[in-house]
């Protein structure tokens, strides 16, 4: 897990297809993909505990959307244009990259929050419960969005491993968590 704690925003362009798609269809593809983590990674809601009926509201802020994440519901996630007016147990704030990177596993999330990278508010207790449930799943989010494509998954794949090193240079993260080769 990286130290350094810079996160480039993303282009501002990439928020303008965000501004036009309906809300409807961007809470369905991300509440299927936060249902398909739940179902995928069960023990994220035993590790979350109490903090499984928790509000989380993730911020990206250079995205023209909110997310509203409660894990222990069966529509899990509820996207709003900012400012949200919605009541959150706890809140983290930060660009995109450096809240993928913290879900993916190459930033450490303690250097984002003392380096100023990502705020939060709120439930210290829920959001670091989030985050440990999160870590030791070993959440992929490439992973996880490619099991959505079913039986187009290879094709899904296939495309992701030309696009992520696009991304990558876009927004200095990487979109998969890289894994340790041992042996």
């Known amino acids: 897990m990286k130290i350094d704690a810079r ?18 269809i961007i809470n ?31 911020d990206p802020t250079d ?3 909110q997310f509203l994440i409660q894990p222990d519901r069966a529509n899990p996630v509820q996207a709003y244009h900012p400012p949200v007016r919605c009541d959150w147990d706890a809140r983290v704030r930060g660009s995109l990259g450096a809240l993928i990177a913290m879900v993916n596993g190459e930033l450490d999330g303690d250097a984002l929050f003392f380096s100023r990278e990502i705020t939060i508010e709120g439930s210290t207790e ?3 419960a989030l985050r440990n449930a999160i870590d030791a799943a070993e959440v992929d989010l490439a992973s996880e969005a490619t099991a959505l494509c079913g039986p ?31 042996g």
């Open 126 to 128: 829920a959001i670091l």
């Open 152 to 182: 187009l998954k290879p094709l899904a794949e296939e495309t992701a491993h030309f696009l992520l090193p696009i991304l990558r240079r876009w927004s200095g993260v990487d979109l998969a968590r890289q894994r340790v080769q041992t």
């Open 7 to 24: 996160v480039a925003a993303l282009p501002t362009w990439i928020g303008f297809p965000v501004r036009v798609l309906p809300l409807p």
């Open 63 to 65: 995205l023209p959307l």
């Open 28 to 58: 369905l593809v991300f509440g299927r993909l936060v249902a398909s983590m739940k179902c995928r990674h069960p023990e994220l809601l035993e590790r979350l505990g109490t903090h499984a009926s928790a509000r989380f509201l993730i």
